[in-house]
């Protein structure tokens, strides 16, 4: 069984400084990892994804994440906030020992201050 | 570029109704998802799909249907809608194959049972 455990369901920054979302998994296989972001009152998107090659991921906007199996974290991260970046942010999990597929966390929502 | 389109963006239906929403992709996947999102509770998996004419059962089936007669759509049956299903419903697709596929979101349908 797969699981994701997103720690913090809200976060506040302020504009230009570091983000820091933090992603804890569970699986029984070799995880596939995602992180999407939700603006509000559209789909989501995806930012980046894991899938066993580099440890250190880059995605869009300006977004990395780093795979760290001995912690079983994926945190994602931003060195400077913009206020565009303000979402809910989810983080995925996907091991296909099923064709279900993903398992979500709780999302996190991302406040940016002026 | 990938497109996931949701018919209906904005519904109001009675208690009792039939609602169908429906749910077309341009990317040629196989598989074919149903989600719906409340605060507090997250994506939760609804049905999903896998090749035309085939369906499993998600994590909250009840009270809902689907229909893949074509690869391309996937419509979500709400036989006899409740006020509890008051909800926004996501569909999502992906390619089979491999956990680290993609999965992409259309923009949502936000359904209010009155």
């Known amino acids: 069984a797969q699981s994701v455990t997103q720690l913090d369901s809200h976060v506040s920054v302020s504009e230009g400084t570091p983000v820091l979302l933090r992603c804890n998994y569970s699986s029984s296989y070799s995880p596939s990892l995602f992180w999407y972001v939700q603006h509000p009152n559209k789909g989501l998107q995806l930012l980046l994804k894991?899938?066993?090659?580099?440890?250190l991921v880059k995605g869009i906007n300006g977004f990395e994440a780093e795979f760290k199996k001995s912690e079983t974290s994926f945190h994602l991260t931003k060195p400077s906030a913009h206020m565009s970046d303000a979402a809910e942010y989810f983080c995925?999990?996907?091991?296909?020992?099923?064709?279900?597929?993903?398992?979500f966390g709780s999302g996190t929502r991302l406040q940016v201050q002026p | 570029d990938v497109k996931v389109t949701q018919s209906s963006r904005y519904l109001v239906k009675r208690t009792g109704e039939k609602v169908f929403l429906e749910c077309v992709q341009d990317?040629?996947?196989?598989?074919m998802f149903w989600y719906r999102q409340d605060p507090g509770l997250g994506l939760r998996l609804i049905y999903f799909s896998y090749d035309v004419k085939m369906k499993e059962k998600g994590d909250i089936p009840e009270g809902y249907s689907v229909s893949r007669e074509k690869k391309e759509r996937f419509s979500l049956i709400l036989e006899s809608a409740s006020t509890n299903q008051t909800s926004m419903y996501l569909c999502?697709?992906?390619?089979?194959?491999?956990?680290?596929?993609?999965?992409?979101f259309g923009e949502g349908s936000w359904l209010t049972v009155v």
């Open positions: 990317m040629d996947h196989e598989n």
């Open positions: 999502a697709s992906s390619l089979r194959g491999s956990s680290g596929n993609t999965i992409y």
């Open positions: 894991y899938t066993s090659a580099a440890t």
């Open positions: 995925v999990v996907s091991d296909y020992t099923g064709r279900r597929a993903l398992t």
